[in-house]
């Protein structure tokens, strides 16, 4: 079922500067098997949605056009997690109910599974990015993250610094990878040849790191969920900027940035998803149409910017009027 036209006008919200904005946006909501436990979107190329069925136990398809959508099991105890496309234009999970790494076909919906090693049981698996040599890069919240080689289908295992949390995963544009954690309260950048970590702290302690997505230019946008902040980390000049969420008792979640460099945030606190503009320092709060919504992940293409509400079984998309 699809409910068309869902006009949102922008919530008035205080920005650094102290200042107020206002825009106007277009959401549109699509229903989903109800009990899927709708957690992490990704859009594809072809225009549909992927999304992972993590109570269900499957991935997800969404065709935005007619609005239905139809899950893949994935195997036997799944419970998948994170979803993006690779560079094969096929969907890769982060697969923690059966400790793998899945691969979907997305023409014959054939599953491949990349176990981890057997020592590295119940590693909790969240999320993952390709760098730019085709290799896959991954979290889990049990303290370790690990890459997959696609070509060899061999999979390296690492002990996190500081232990659980590992979360967010992100590329730059020139090929570095950075993780955020969670329970550690750091960013990770990964040494790609040694596997190795460098902490780098944000400025605020116990900030709760959760998910992390590149701009442009390189700088690595993190969600405090903790601390109610969003975090900026420009990876060539080694310098932290932060700014607080508006409202009271934020929780910043999920973050993605647009093509334009503009960054999103679903903040559980307001029950909403918030526009920041770097330029000008400002954020917009747009609020979602069903109460406690739960959006773990924000993940776009051009235009427009989607999402999955975990606690009303549905994907959104928002799109600028």
Same mark, same amino acid.
């Given at each position: 079922?699809?409910?068309?036209?869902?006009?949102?006008?922008?919530?008035?919200?205080?920005?650094?500067?102290?200042?107020?904005?206002?825009?106007?946006?277009?959401?549109?909501?699509?229903? !989903?098997?109800?009990?899927?436990?709708?957690?992490?979107?990704?859009?594809?190329?072809? @225009?549909? !949605?992927?999304?992972?069925?993590?109570?269900?136990?499957?991935?997800?398809?969404?065709?935005?056009?007619? @609005?239905?959508?139809?899950?893949?099991?994935?195997?036997?105890?799944?419970?998948?997690?994170?979803? *993006?496309?690779?560079?094969?234009?096929?969907?890769?999970?982060?697969?923690?109910?059966?400790?793998?790494?899945?691969?979907?076909?997305?023409?014959?919906?054939?599953?491949?599974?990349?176990?981890? /090693?057997?020592?590295?049981? %119940?590693?909790?698996?969240?999320?993952?990015? +390709?760098?730019?040599? @085709?290799?896959?890069?991954?979290?889990?919240? %049990?303290?370790?993250?690990?890459?997959?080689?696609?070509?060899?289908?061999? !999979?390296?295992?690492?002990?996190?610094?500081?232990?659980?949390?590992?979360?967010? *995963?992100?590329?730059? /544009?020139?090929?570095?990878? +950075? +993780?955020?954690?969670?329970?550690?309260?750091?960013?990770?950048?990964?040494?790609?040849?040694?596997?190795?970590?460098?902490?780098?702290?944000? /400025?605020?302690?116990?900030?709760?790191?959760?998910?992390?997505?590149?701009?442009?230019?390189?700088?690595?946008? *993190?969600?405090?969920?903790?601390?109610?902040?969003? +975090?900026?980390?420009?990876?060539?000049?080694?310098?932290?900027?932060?700014?607080?969420?508006?409202?009271?008792?934020?929780?910043?979640?999920?973050?993605?940035?647009?093509?334009?460099?503009?960054?999103?945030?679903?903040?559980?606190?307001? %029950?909403? *998803?918030?526009?920041?503009? /770097?330029?000008?320092?400002?954020?917009?709060?747009?609020?979602?149409?069903?109460?406690?919504?739960?959006?773990?992940?924000?993940?776009?293409?051009?235009?427009?910017?989607?999402?999955?509400?975990?606690?009303?079984?549905?994907?959104? !998309?928002?799109?600028?009027?």
């Amino acid at each position: 079922m699809i409910r068309l036209g869902m006009m949102l006008a922008a919530a008035v919200a205080m920005s650094t500067a102290g200042s107020t904005a206002h825009a106007k946006m277009a959401m549109q909501t699509f229903s !989903v098997l109800a009990g899927a436990g709708a957690h992490d979107v990704y859009p594809a190329p072809d @225009g549909t !949605v992927w999304f992972t069925a993590q109570s269900a136990g499957k991935l997800g398809r969404l065709d935005p056009k007619t @609005g239905k959508s139809d899950l893949i099991a994935l195997g036997p105890g799944a419970a998948p997690h994170g979803v *993006i496309v690779g560079p094969d234009g096929a969907a890769w999970v982060t697969e923690g109910g059966q400790n793998a790494i899945a691969r979907v076909d997305p023409a014959t919906r054939a599953v491949k599974l990349f176990p981890l /090693p057997k020592e590295r049981r %119940n590693a909790n698996l969240n999320t993952a990015t +390709f760098d730019r040599q @085709g290799v896959l890069w991954f979290t889990g919240q %049990n303290g370790i993250y690990g890459r997959l080689d696609t070509k060899t289908g061999a !999979v390296a295992v690492f002990d996190a610094p500081r232990g659980t949390g590992p979360y967010g *995963i992100a590329t730059t /544009p020139d090929g570095q990878v +950075f +993780f955020a954690s969670l329970a550690g309260n750091y960013l990770g950048q990964i040494d790609l040849e040694t596997g190795g970590v460098t902490v780098l702290e944000p /400025p605020v302690p116990r900030q709760g790191a959760r998910r992390v997505w590149s701009d442009s230019h390189g700088a690595l946008w *993190i969600t405090g969920w903790s601390s109610g902040d969003l +975090f900026r980390y420009d990876s060539k000049a080694k310098a932290w900027a932060r700014w607080h969420l508006p409202g009271d008792g934020p929780q910043p979640y999920a973050v993605y940035v647009d093509e334009t460099d503009v960054v999103w945030v679903s903040d559980w606190g307001a %029950n909403a *998803i918030l526009r920041f503009d /770097p330029k000008t320092e400002k954020f917009e709060s747009f609020p979602l149409p069903d109460r406690y919504a739960g959006v773990r992940q924000l993940a776009g293409r051009k235009g427009e910017v989607w999402g999955a509400e975990s606690g009303a079984d549905k994907l959104f !998309v928002v799109k600028a009027e």
